[in-house]
């Protein structure tokens, strides 16, 4: 047998037999390594730990450190499942069951819906099948023949058609299963020591709304038992926060289906939440010399061809509106009309920069299945400005805005949040504008921007807006997955595609520089992110209602709407529950809707013009004036005070 040579991750070299496997060079490295390895790297490629290797190639074990390692785990698992319901329910036609971020699924084509009860007999026999010790064996099947095999398998016909070549591979688990799979794959079942199988759901065969509709199964998997049960606590504390629950028990908004998916009604709590928001940011904006615009939603669709957003965004837009002398569209963005506002007059370089901001309600055309609550909707309201600069100011504006989103991050209560610096990616010409130029001063100018401030950041090539590149404040939610909320984009494109001009100090005409920038997100979201993050419980400056009077009995009804009326004059948010209810039933129900204080009044406090005041979190806080009440939460509100 003829020797090959492997290079190991240190740049040692070792001369091994033609065929050897992965596992057999972790033995020879370290009986340790060999019980610790999940997969390998062989040349850049994932192989399984028997795969032989057949000529000279560079080797890397991988093991639970290797975020590539938990991925192969998982959908090994993902293959645990698929055997676990075929023994069970042999039946069941099998559909793909990839590895995802937070686990795996499998999709399953079965007559009868699957039941709770299933999955708990699924799982168990999931922990049978793992303490057989089965292996996964990598197997070579000739496409012709897998489609006879497979005749009655549908899916599985459509997906080996789809593969170039002539042989594909399929892996086994024991002598009762085998799947279409590329693989790789743990050596066997008993690699496998913590999974759970989470839940149900109806999936279209490959995403398509056209499709057949299949059961899909969810799980997830982790190296240790104590990595899942902390996993399946920040699951419940998600399921727990999760804003589309809290919005209906809370009565923020609602969703009803005449008026259409995506298109949420903000009901009066939810309402006076976003209108605290509003008011924050416009507030903030005009302190940073913004000036505020309003314009209409939609505009003749030449407008967005001029602009380039038709080209690359028409397939996310509502569909033309014909008119009998023009063709109108729903805006996807603001920008244009800010653009046509700044060219309404002839601008110097005395005027610059100009900044433009508008709470500017835009419409996306989102699939249906992408929709859910406030955080992903058809109409949106964006906290949007756009900056018309000249180049040597465009590090001071971005500065600014830099300040002016942290400064609304703190006031908001917001702590997790990273900066990624998203470019484009060159090689896409048909996504991003083609003009090198554009894009490496872009880029340039806002790294040395962020390197400046001292900001830490990290790069995303191919993120970047199709007109210019752009920083992305990326928002953590419980599960720790991250959105963009905030951007700040740099555009030279846009200002040429209008000819935007300014009079210089020589009396020339230039180009100005665009800078786009939305702080808060858009209301939908923000909202919904903050209804997540305080688990529905705001601090006093937004909550909805800030305070509730409980008379004890009928005979304080009176002095409780006194109370209401001088609290709503001080311009505090309030409310009386006059139910002929007993005390700890009002008091229970104000904690419930998570109402930050509760005036108790009773015979006592009518008598010397008090209050008994109770907060949801700290509980009695003793008998005080309604002046000294007022002047505490009133501080609340000046201060924008987070923490309780």
């Known amino acids: ?48 730990l028997t795969r032989p290797i057949e000529k000279d190639a560079t080797v890397q074990i991988l093991t ?51 039941t709770p009860e299933d999955l708990e007999k699924i799982e168990k026999k999931m922990w049978e099948i793992q303490k057989r010790h089965l292996p996964y064996e990598r197997v070579y099947t000739r496409k012709e023949d897998g489609l006879r095999k497979y ?74 038992r104590q990595d899942l049960e902390d996993y399946l606590h920040r699951l419940e504390e998600a399921k727990r926060r999760d804003h589309r629950r809290l919005g209906k028990e809370l009565e923020l908004f609602t969703v009803n289906e005449t008026v259409g998916s995506g298109l949420p009604l903000w009901l009066p709590k939810g309402a006076t939440i976003r209108r605290l928001l509003e008011e924050y940011i416009l507030e903030r904006e005009r302190a940073s010399g913004y000036q505020h615009v309003y314009t209409p939603d939609l505009a003749k669709v030449d407008l967005y061809k001029r602009s380039g957003h038709w080209e690359h965004y028409h397939d996310d837009m509502f569909p033309l509106m014909d008119l009998e002398t023009e063709q109108m569209v729903l805006r996807p963005m603001n920008c244009p009309h800010h653009i046509l506002i700044y060219e309404s007059k002839q601008r110097s370089y005395r005027d610059l920069p100009v900044r433009l901001a508008e709470l500017g309600t835009m419409y996306r055309y989102e699939r249906s299945g992408a929709l859910s609550g406030l955080s992903r909707v058809r109409a949106m309201t964006l906290n949007d400005a756009h900056i018309f600069c000249t180049p040597d100011q465009i590090k001071e504006e971005f500065s600014s805005v830099m300040k002016l989103v942290e400064r609304a991050y703190r006031d908001l209560g917001i702590t997790r949040y990273t900066y990624r610096l998203s470019l484009r990616d060159k090689a896409n010409t048909e996504k991003f504008v083609d003009n090198d130029e554009m894009w490496e001063l872009g880029q340039r100018v806002l790294r040395e921007a962020m390197d400046s401030l001292g900001l830490p950041y990290t790069e995303a090539p191919g993120e970047a807006a199709f007109y210019g590149p752009k920083l992305d404040i990326q928002l953590a939610d419980v599960m720790g997955h991250e959105e963009t909320y905030s951007t700040i984009q740099v555009d030279f494109h846009l200002p040429s595609q209008f000819a935007l001009t300014y009079v210089g100090a020589d009396g020339k005409e230039h180009r100005p520089v665009m800078i786009h920038r939305a702080v808060v997100s858009t209301m939908e979201r923000m909202v919904a992110y903050l209804i997540e993050l305080y688990a529905g419980a705001f601090p006093v400056w937004l909550a909805p209602v800030q305070a509730a009077v409980l008379p004890i009995t009928d005979r304080q009804a009176e002095y409780a709407r006194t109370i209401q009326q001088s609290l709503e004059s001080a311009g505090i948010r309030v409310t009386v529950d006059e139910r002929s209810e007993k005390v700890n039933f009002k008091i229970r129900e104000a904690q419930l809707q998570k109402i930050p204080y509760m005036l108790v009044v009773g015979d006592r406090e009518q008598q010397n013009g008090q209050v008994s005041v109770r907060h949801r979190k700290h509980g009695d806080q003793g008998v005080k004036t309604l002046e000294s009440f007022l002047a505490e939460i009133r501080t609340l509100n000046d201060t924008k005070a987070v923490s309780e």
């Not at 050897?20 to 994932?46: N, T, Y």
């Not at 390692?69 to 698929?82: F, M």
């Not at 058609?161 to 799947?179: K, S």
């Open 1 to 48: 047998m003829s020797n090959i040579e492997i290079t190991l991750p240190d740049g040692s070299k070792q001369p091994v037999p033609s065929g050897v496997s992965p596992i057999d060079i972790a033995k020879s490295i370290s009986p340790r390594l060999a019980d610790a390895a999940i997969v390998a790297r062989v040349d850049g490629e994932l192989y399984d």
């Open 64 to 114: 639970s450190r290797d975020p590539e390692s938990l991925q192969v785990y998982r959908h090994s698992t993902a293959h645990l499942l698929a055997a676990a319901v075929l023994e069970l329910f042999p039946e069941t036609k099998l559909g793909i069951g990839p590895p995802i971020e937070s686990g795996f699924y499998y999709d399953f084509d079965r007559a009868t819906p699957f």
């Open 151 to 224: 005749a009655d398998a549908w899916m599985k016909c459509q997906l080996i058609d789809e593969r170039a070549g002539e042989v594909f591979t399929e892996y086994t688990l024991g002598p009762q299963f085998i799947d279409f799979c590329r693989g790789p794959h743990l050596p066997d079942t008993s690699k496998i020591k913590a999974f759970k199988l989470l839940s149900i759901a109806g999936a279209y065969w490959k995403g398509d709304e056209h499709n057949k509709q299949l059961q899909r199964i969810y799980g997830t998997a982790f190296f240790t």
